[in-house]
């Protein structure tokens, strides 16, 4: 007769969990101080707002939530995560662009390369609510 089992996951998805884990372990910290601040004894809402170039996996960070939250302060709050898409701007021709990844990137405009990052590298918490205020 077969118990229930668990499988572990490859060796990688462990080690890149792992940081999703510490920021959420940091966010559900700052989370409490701001309600202790506020006098909120629970938050029922948390958005937090992620660029597209921080390095965050979102699948992982939403995991990293699920498994920390229910002993903390945002036990049962619902978990928004919104998105921010990188944007560069190109100090030759002035323009700003939308970009996908890296760090250098190519003006659509003129064809100067820039290192100006104007928006994506955001991580941190937009909005909390709290019920009891």
């Given at each position: 007769?077969?118990?229930?089992?668990?499988?572990?996951?490859p060796?990688?998805?462990?080690?890149?969990?792992?940081?999703?884990?510490?920021?959420?372990?940091?966010?559900?910290?700052a989370?409490?101080?701001?309600?202790?601040?506020?006098?909120?004894?629970?938050?029922?809402?948390?958005?937090?707002?992620i660029?597209?170039?921080a390095?965050?996996?979102?699948?992982?960070?939403r995991?990293?939530?699920?498994a920390?939250?229910?002993?903390?302060?945002?036990?049962?709050?619902?978990?928004?995560?919104e998105?921010?898409?990188?944007?560069?701007?190109?100090?030759?021709?002035?323009t700003?662009?939308?970009?996908?990844?890296?760090?250098?990137?190519?003006?659509?405009?003129?064809g100067?390369?820039?290192?100006?990052?104007?928006?994506?590298?955001?991580?941190?918490?937009?909005?909390?609510e709290f019920?009891?205020?």
């Amino acid at each position: 007769m077969a118990g229930p089992h668990w499988t572990c996951p490859p060796v990688w998805s462990i080690f890149g969990l792992m940081h999703e884990l510490g920021i959420m372990e940091s966010a559900l910290d700052a989370i409490r101080h701001q309600a202790v601040k506020h006098g909120a004894s629970r938050v029922s809402r948390i958005v937090l707002r992620i660029g597209t170039l921080a390095g965050v996996d979102q699948d992982a960070l939403r995991f990293a939530y699920e498994a920390l939250a229910p002993t903390s302060i945002a036990a049962g709050a619902v978990l928004d995560i919104e998105t921010v898409a990188a944007r560069a701007r190109c100090a030759a021709c002035q323009t700003e662009f939308g970009v996908e990844r890296g760090f250098i990137f190519q003006c659509p405009q003129c064809g100067e390369y820039s290192g100006d990052i104007r928006a994506g590298r955001e991580l941190g918490i937009a909005r909390l609510e709290f019920p009891d205020l």
